[in-house]
């Protein structure tokens, strides 16, 4: 017959860190939150839509580069611009444009009105 388990715990006791599978319960436990909050992370971040439908054409992979080369060249990802709807290149307010086309534009390049005067005019002489 085996001796009872001494108790967890207090005065005399083992504690639970002393256990035989403490560590090994520990680093699955570690892995299993490692491996569950980078998918729903990637996932939840991937399903949204920041762009209101502006550009329904684009696969994730395209968005992801296109967030890359803002992120690196202005220090602001196109898509969270858009849809915060703050100018990716000045970080300025995006919510007034002069027409519709404008405001399309700001859909596919994340630019405030006065970044895309700036970009796309041709300057007055």
Same mark, same amino acid.
């Given at each position: 017959?085996?001796?009872?388990? !001494? !108790?967890?715990?207090?005065?005399?006791?083992?504690? %639970?860190?002393?256990?035989?599978?403490?560590?090994?319960?520990?680093?699955?436990?570690? %892995?299993?939150?490692?491996?569950?909050?980078?998918?729903?992370?990637?996932?939840?971040?991937?399903?949204?839509?920041?762009?209101?439908?502006?550009?329904?054409?684009?696969?994730?992979?395209?968005?992801?580069?296109?967030?890359?080369?803002?992120?690196?060249?202005?220090?602001?990802?196109r898509s969270l611009s858009i849809a915060g709807r703050s100018c990716v290149i000045c970080?300025?307010?995006?919510?007034?444009?002069?027409?519709? %086309?404008?405001?399309?534009?700001?859909?596919?390049?994340?630019?405030?009105?006065?970044?895309?005067?700036?970009?796309?005019?041709?300057?007055?002489?």
């Amino acid at each position: 017959m085996l001796p009872p388990p !001494p !108790p967890l715990g207090g005065e005399g006791g083992v504690s %639970l860190r002393d256990t035989p599978l403490y560590y090994p319960l520990q680093v699955l436990v570690k %892995l299993f939150c490692t491996i569950f909050f980078r998918f729903f992370w990637k996932n939840l971040l991937t399903e949204c839509d920041f762009s209101d439908n502006f550009s329904p054409m684009k696969t994730q992979n395209m968005i992801n580069q296109l967030d890359e080369i803002t992120f690196g060249n202005f220090g602001r990802a196109r898509s969270l611009s858009i849809a915060g709807r703050s100018c990716v290149i000045c970080g300025g307010r995006a919510d007034t444009f002069k027409d519709e %086309l404008s405001k399309k534009e700001f859909g596919i390049s994340g630019m405030c009105q006065a970044c895309q005067d700036q970009v796309f005019c041709e300057p007055e002489e």
